[in-house]
């Protein structure tokens, strides 16, 4: 078993591979899937509410690049407003979960492509829109507005996926010997977010998860979550060939957000399914913060949590922000509520140099927070 990291000016590769072989059908909310992920002697284990066809093993990559200018440059595009979704309300946070989150995780992909002669294909319009649903879930999630799909972007997102898949391979830079190579997918491949193994809305999904010892800074998620981004391009394979899928970042932009905080896990309540290990924090508001010299703290229940800030200056993927990872917090299902409080403090070049905001992670299987010990009336 091998893995490549691959380091070039403003571009980082990053490799992730599944243990596990297959990923089971979920249809409804209490079906919970475990996976173990393994990256460079690293592991962990994250719940996940994702399903797919066969997949084998899992490859996993990430554009990394360090290009926040091309937002700047790009030509300002037009972004709608998500279904506000309000996550000081429990029941429109497990709402907004059960209708946005996980159906999407089993639309069949429906790619008409052909990896033997080289046919890029297209997915069903159904499989693209649970695509940008579930980027669009994350991103309400913490108030910004949702991104749409610039189709011009897709087909050669499309070539991009499949030169991952029959290549069985990661480059941003792809080689011109590569089987099915095209100028186009090339283009593609090195302005997107690359995942062999997963696509669709999983990938998605493994994005803002960011997992990996060598994806300390989430850079991955900082660009899906960019408060100024307007518009992708997508383009996913899989069912007769490897899945892979290619997300177009660097694409149109808007002009930002009244939104302060840009968290993950945003502040209020959130599914204890989509909170990962490690936590992130940025200000739309400033952008350039720095936090260089920032500090987290979190208790519950008035009680201390360790943690370890693993990225305070790693900027350039967006907007700066700072990464840490609690130490022994899990929130498996079945449990109450529980309030996390956070504060982030010793932030300069900001409006304000200390923040603090509460997360409250719930079972969304639960419409309330009332657990029923013995029987009721």
């Known amino acids: 078993m091998s893995y490549h990291l691959l380091n070039r000016k403003k571009t980082t590769l990053k490799i992730l591979r599944y243990i596990n072989g297959k990923i089971l059908n979920l249809n409804y909310i209490k079906k919970t899937i475990r996976f173990s992920f393994l990256l460079i002697g690293f592991s962990l284990n994250a719940e996940n509410n994702l399903t797919s066809t066969d997949m084998g093993e899992a490859l996993f990559d990430y554009s990394w690049h ?22 000081t309300s429990r029941i429109s946070v497990v709402s907004f979960y059960q209708t946005q989150y996980l159906p999407n995780l089993s639309v069949a992909i429906g790619w008409t492509g052909n990896a033997s002669s080289c046919q890029a294909g297209n997915t069903s319009q159904a499989y693209l829109n649970a695509t940008f649903t579930m980027i669009n879930y994350f991103r309400g999630m ?3 507005e949702e991104v749409v799909n610039d189709a011009s972007l897709n087909a ?54 960011d997992p990996g010892s ?9 660009w899906i979550l960019n408060p100024r981004a307007a518009s992708f391009g997508v383009g996913s394979v899989g069912g007769s060939t490897r899945s892979a899928n290619a997300l ?39 952008p350039s913060a720095n936090y260089g010299s920032a500090s987290v703290s979190m208790t519950e229940n008035g009680s201390p949590i360790s943690l370890n800030v693993v990225s305070r200056t790693d900027n350039g993927f967006g907007d700066n922000t700072i990464i840490w990872q609690p130490s022994g917090l899990s929130f498996p299902s079945g449990q109450a509520d529980r309030t ?32 029923y010990a013995d029987g009721f009336e």
Request: with cysteine; aromatic share 10%.
């Open 248 to 286: 177009w970042v660097f694409g149109g932009n808007t002009s930002r957000p009244t939104t302060d905080i840009v968290a993950w896990p945003p502040e209020g309540f959130v599914p204890n399914t989509v909170v990962y290990n490690r936590w992130s924090f940025s200000l739309n508001t400033s």
């Open 156 to 209: 050669a997102s499309q070539q991009a996926a499949l030169m991952m898949s029959v290549n069985n391979n990661l480059s941003h830079t792809p080689p011109t010997n590569w089987i099915c190579y095209t100028q186009d997918g090339a283009q593609a491949a090195g302005n997107s977010n690359l995942a062999l193994g997963v696509s669709g809305p999983n990938s998605m999904v493994l994005y803002i998860n």
């Open 142 to 144: 913490v108030n910004l």
């Open 214 to 222: 060598n994806n300390q800074p989430v850079g991955h998620r900082r």
């Open 340 to 371: 996390i409080n956070v504060t982030v403090s010793g932030i300069g070049n900001a409006s304000q140099s200390s923040y603090s905001y509460q997360v409250i992670v719930i079972n969304p299987e639960f419409l309330s927070d009332v657990i």
């Open 66 to 87: 360090q290009r926040y200018a091309i937002f700047e440059a790009k030509s300002t595009a037009t972004a709608n407003r998500l279904s506000a979704v309000d996550t």
